[in-house]
Nanobody
Framework: VQLQACGGGLVRAGGSLRLSCAASGHTFGGFDMGWFRQAPGKEREVVAAINWSGSSTYYADSVKGRFTISRDNAQNTVYLQMISLKPEDAAVYYC??????????????????WGQGTQVTVSS
């Protein structure tokens, strides 16, 4: 499956962004999806993940209550709505996919397919 992420940009602290990730090449509905981020000098970390049906989600503690992951299987797209952004949210955000297993996974090694990343910059 090919993934194309977009929606990043520069925003002030407290602002909002919505990231989108469009998938192609396989039946999107059969894949669990995740959003990860990587800041300079840091390891890639999970932000949020969602199972193939959208019935189960996972959020990193640092984004709970501020970020929402969702998906539209008819549009082959997964979204990450981000509100109340903080400077520490600044990173390259990646979407990733793995064949659905019934259990939401949240470590990078569990995902087989990756998009190219989109930069999120948050000014203080």
């Amino acid at each position: 499956v090919q993934l194309q992420a977009c929606g990043g940009g520069l925003v002030r602290a407290g602002g909002s962004l919505r990231l989108s990730c469009a998938a192609s090449g396989h039946t999107f509905g059969g894949f669990d999806m995740g959003w990860f981020r990587q800041a300079p000098g840091k390891e890639r970390e999970v932000v949020a993940a969602i199972n193939w049906s959208g019935s189960s989600t996972y959020y990193a503690d640092s984004v709970k209550g501020r970020f929402t992951i969702s998906r539209d299987n008819a549009q082959n797209t997964v979204y990450l709505q981000m509100i109340s952004l903080k400077p520490e949210d600044a990173a390259v955000y990646y979407c990733a996919a793995r064949r659905g297993s019934g259990v939401v996974k949240y470590t990078p090694v569990d995902y087989n397919y990756w998009g190219q990343g989109t930069q999120v910059t948050v000014s203080s």
